[in-house]
């Protein structure tokens, strides 16, 4: 993992503890109530529609609260009824009486006969939490509880708290504030992600658009699942369990979708095709929903088989291939994934903590911080988003200078080819006409008077820079090596020395040349000497002074590298980079056309050249052709 990522999911991981901790702190804030620890507790058989007359002197009644099991609710009841014996509440100013957790969802509350409480939160969350005001004289009476149920169970999972019901609903209110605004920050972003989609291209609006619905269903989430909102809204009980059960759909399938965009492989093909069964089981899912909202909830065990217990399967199946798939390709490497699996461990981790902390508090603690874990969660996702529309933005810069690059080589090699047809077609024409000129100029030369013989010198002098500059034309028309041999690198460097040494002594400089005796090319002896000595010629006309040229060669794995260094005028980077270009010449009478016959030798012997050079200090030439033994039986 490379040290940014690991930078980034550190400092995720400190805002998301930071915001956790700090909040979960404020929402388990104790106020100064009592609980109440014991109750009873009446099964209503199915279908009687029970009045406090008819349970109040029942004999079925039995006692909950601390120190009993949660009790198990028998085989077709689904109506109960819970009676609590009030203490005495003379201290009180306004008493009230605060559920942390009930399981059910439609509640009426007796108070001596009276009805003093009532909702009608038909859904499919069955836990709810509220507080009741009671009456100043309510002490010492008996208050009745008719619960109806959702699942297979009945009754308060924490005990119920009595207290001044101002202080108790300050409570109740602050501890679920973290909630809606955590809630609220999501919504903020998927909308703002939504309204990003409309500008992506195509390729990056599904990723874009599965997380902005992952983080909105989430906030839905939160806040459908939050019991706070369903005591403030509960003429909307309806909609806000419809509206979770969206929620927990759109997630599991977006969450889907989006880990299908960062994996690659055959995880990949697994990944989709869950995501096409989930589609599916997505449909009957929503005609179910569709039949039970239609039929006033007539259908609601067929609902919530579909909804909740095929829904639990597949939740556990998409954790385990999710987990699997993104934790392999972390393994492997892949950065997105990498990070995706960090988010959800912040997840995991925050839950698991969570967790502890419910079991250690015995059970009276509100789970928060794993709702935290998934704002880690969605943050490592929007930044694996950003990640990768920087990689995007980078790959595309790669490319264009690629491009460039390219075409600038296209438009070399063209320039190259005109060249050379040219060549070929001038170059042949020329040169005879010219060496008859020079045969008849030194006969002429013979019978002249030593005036007029340094004229013709000088004619004989161009003619022969006119015949040099066809053999360049020629040789780069024509690089082909007719005759290729095994080369003694040694014996070639002699000779080109004593072509070259008259011109070095002439300019004041000193050539010397250290070449092993065992270096072989394979390549032809004429062009190759062509082009060593452009390259040279080139160092002593570029010498000043005491100047020296040194010629080196030496074997490295399976090439042999030739280096030309001189300690002349250098050049700069502009020039260096102009090198072999045809007619590139800084010199007054130079032709420019001796470094591209030479590049173009190299090229046809598979070598390499390289130019480093500095103004003022000197130029190293350095060439690599592969290296060859010593063949006998070859020329
Ligand atoms: P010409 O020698 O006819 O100018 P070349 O193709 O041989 O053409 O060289 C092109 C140019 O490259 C030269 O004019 C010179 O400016 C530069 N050059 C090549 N080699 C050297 C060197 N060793 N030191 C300085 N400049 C060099
Ligand atoms: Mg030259």
């Known amino acids: 993992m490379s040290r940014k990522l690991k930078y980034m999911i550190a400092f995720m991981m400190m805002v998301v503890l930071a915001n956790a901790v700090s909040l979960a702190a404020l929402a388990q804030t104790e106020s100064d109530a009592i609980p109440i620890e014991e109750w009873e507790m009446l099964w209503e058989p199915a279908g009687s529609s029970w009045s406090v007359e008819d349970v109040r002197d029942s004999r079925e009644w039995f006692a909950a609260g601390t120190g009993h099991p949660f009790p198990a609710m028998p085989e077709g009841i689904t109506d109960g009824w819970v009676r609590i014996e009030l203490p005495e509440m003379g201290a009180y100013r306004t008493p009230g009486l605060y559920f942390p957790t009930i399981y059910g969802h439609n509640f009426e509350v007796y108070l001596a006969d009276n009805i003093i409480y009532e909702t009608f939160w038909n859904s499919n969350v069955e836990r709810h939490q509220f507080v009741l ?27 119920p708290q009595l207290g001044e019901f101002q202080s108790l609903n300050q409570g109740y209110i602050g501890r679920n504030i973290p909630d809606m605004i955590l809630a609220g920050g999501f919504f903020f972003v998927a909308c703002i992600m939504l309204v990003c989609v409309l ?28 019991r706070f909102v369903y005591a403030a809204y509960d003429q909307f009980a309806t909609l806000l369990g419809t509206l979770f059960d969206l929620a927990m759909m759109t997630f599991t399938i977006c969450l889907t979708l989006f880990v299908e965009q960062i994996i690659q492989g055959k995880f990949r093909r697994i990944v989709r095709i869950y995501r096409i069964i989930q589609s599916y ?14 039929s006033d909830g007539r259908m609601h065990d067929l609902y919530f088989f579909i909804a909740v217990t095929v829904m639990s399967v597949f939740l556990l199946v998409q954790m385990g291939i999710l987990l699997t798939a993104s934790i392999t390709q972390a393994w492997r ?6 990070l995706f699996s960090a988010g959800l461990a912040i997840f995991g981790a925050l839950s698991i903590i969570d967790l502890v902390l419910f079991t250690v508090r015995d059970m009276n603690y509100e789970l928060v911080l794993y709702k935290w874990g998934l704002a880690g969660f969605i943050m490592a996702m929007i930044v694996l988003l950003c990640m990768r529309l920087a990689n995007d933005h980078s790959r595309l ?9 390219f075409n600038n080589q296209l438009q070399h090699s063209e320039k190259m080819q005109i060249i050379s047809e040219l060549a070929a077609s001038v170059a042949h024409e020329v040169r005879n006409p010219l060496q008859v000129t020079r045969g008849f100029l030194q006969l002429l030369r013979v019978n002249t008077t030593d005036k007029k013989k340094k004229y013709l010198d000088l004619a004989l002098d161009e003619l022969d820079r006119a015949s040099e500059i066809i053999t360049d ?15 003694h690198l040694a014996t070639e460097m002699k000779h080109i020395e004593g072509v070259l040494l008259p011109l070095t002594n002439l300019q004041g400089g000193e050539l010397k040349s250290e070449i092993g005796d065992d270096l072989y090319i394979r390549g032809n002896s004429a062009k190759f000497k062509q082009a ?5 010629k080139n160092s002593v006309e570029a010498l000043t002074g005491k100047g020296q040229i040194r010629v080196f060669a030496e074997r490295e794995m399976n090439d042999v590298i030739i280096v030309i260094r001189d300690n002349g005028e250098g050049m700069d980077e502009d020039t260096v980079a102009k090198l072999g270009q045809p007619y590139f010449s800084t010199k007054t009478k130079g032709t420019g056309l001796g470094l591209m016959v030479t590049f173009r030798i190299i090229e046809v012997m598979e ?13 190293e030439v350095i060439i690599r052709f592969p290296s060859t033994s010593y063949d006998p039986g070859d020329g």
């Not at 005001?133 to 005990?159: C, H, K, S, T, W």
């Not at 060593?532 to 040279?536: E, Y």
């Not at 070598?607 to 130029?619: A, D, E, H, R, Y």
């Open 133 to 159: 005001p009671l009456n100043g004289n309510a002490g010492e009476q008996q208050l009745y509880m008719r619960i109806e149920g959702v699942l297979d169970r009945i009754g308060f999972d924490q005990n």
């Open 397 to 405: 810069i790669r490319y264009s200078k690629e491009l460039e690059l």
């Open 281 to 294: 089981y997505a449909c009957v899912y929503f005609l179910a929903m569709l039949v039970n909202l239609i």
């Open 607 to 619: 070598g390499t050249i390289n130019f480093s050079s500095k103004l003022g200090v000197g130029t």
């Open 532 to 536: 060593l000595i452009n390259i040279i």
């Open 473 to 487: 034309f020629l040789t780069f028309a024509k690089p082909q090596l007719d005759q290729v041999t095994t080369l």
């Open 199 to 226: 500008f992506l291209k195509r390729e990056q609006r599904t990723i874009w658009l599965s997380l902005a619905l992952v983080i909105l269903s989430s906030g839905l989430f939160i806040v459908t699942h939050s």
């Open 333 to 338: 490497g892949n950065r997105e994934a990498q």
